[in-house]
T-cell receptor, first 112, second 112 residues
Framework: NAGVTQTPKFQVLKTGQSMTLQCAQD?????MSWYRQDPGMGLRLIHYSVGAGITDQGEVPNGYNVSRSTTEDFPLRLLSAAPSQTSVYFC???????????FGPGTRLTVT | SQQGEEDPQALSIQEGENATMNCSYKTSINNLQWYRQNSGRGLVHLIL?????REKHSGRLRVTLDTSKKSSSLLITASRAADTASYFC????????????FGKGTKLTVNP
């Protein structure tokens, strides 16, 4: 099993551009989440999903959209990139109980 | 807002010594988890302790939980250079929350 995969690994965007960060898991986990990690801030939850067709907002959802059309995939869309979105983004999946997260390798995003 | 807060923020020890990290949290939980993050990588789950448990062991790891003080500790015994990483606690709230809330982490350096 590949576990949780994320693409791309690195990305540089200009302010105002949009893009989609891809996340896929092959463990048939119901739950998937997106986090961002900034120096000194730990991990903050952006959006999460408890199953196909169901998504909800986390702590810092502004500027991001998600959808969950399949169990395997959970893409994160940046609508209009801003320098404040420069961060490392992690996708994670989990069975529901207990909620133990399996993390992808991350995407390092820089917005100039 | 962050639920868990790790202490200390950074810890430097010699190989063979024990490392102790602490986590405090604010609200009632149903479980507390510890994760490790090597530099530039995603987080890896280490151990989960439920709210009705007081102590748990896994190899060289020992976790304690004091729900009356809303605190947990992670002890790594006989540390190795390979234990150098950041360690995060994450709490799952009571009431079946679908979200984990992560602390800001402790950066552990084990010197050979």
């Amino acid at each position: 099993n590949a576990g949780v995969t994320q693409t791309p690994k690195f990305q540089v965007l200009k302010t105002g551009q949009s893009m989609t960060l891809q996340c896929a898991q092959d463990m048939n986990h119901e739950y998937m989440s997106w986090y961002r990690q900034d120096p000194g801030m730990g991990l903050r939850l952006i959006h999460y999903s408890v199953g196909a067709g169901i998504t909800d907002q986390g702590e810092v959802p502004n500027g991001y959209n998600v959808s969950r059309s399949t169990t395997e995939d959970f893409p994160l869309r940046l609508l209009s990139a801003a320098p404040s979105q420069t961060s490392v983004y992690f996708c994670a999946s989990s069975p529901p109980n207990p909620l133990v997260q399996y993390f992808g390798p991350g995407t390092r995003l820089t917005v100039t | 807002s962050q639920q868990g807060e790790e202490d200390p923020q950074a810890l430097s020890i010699q190989e063979g010594e024990n490392a102790t990290m602490n986590c405090s949290y604010k609200t009632s939980i149903n479980n507390l988890q510890w994760y490790r993050q090597n530099s530039g990588r995603g987080l890896v789950h280490l151990i989960l302790i439920r709210s009705n448990e007081r102590e748990k062991h896994s190899g060289r790891l020992r976790v304690t939980l004091d729900t009356s003080k809303k605190s947990s500790s992670l002890l790594i015994t006989a540390s190795r250079a390979a234990d150098t990483a950041s360690y995060f606690c994450a709490t799952g709230r009571q009431g079946g929350s679908e979200k984990l809330v992560f602390g800001k982490g402790t950066k552990l350096t084990v010197n050979p």
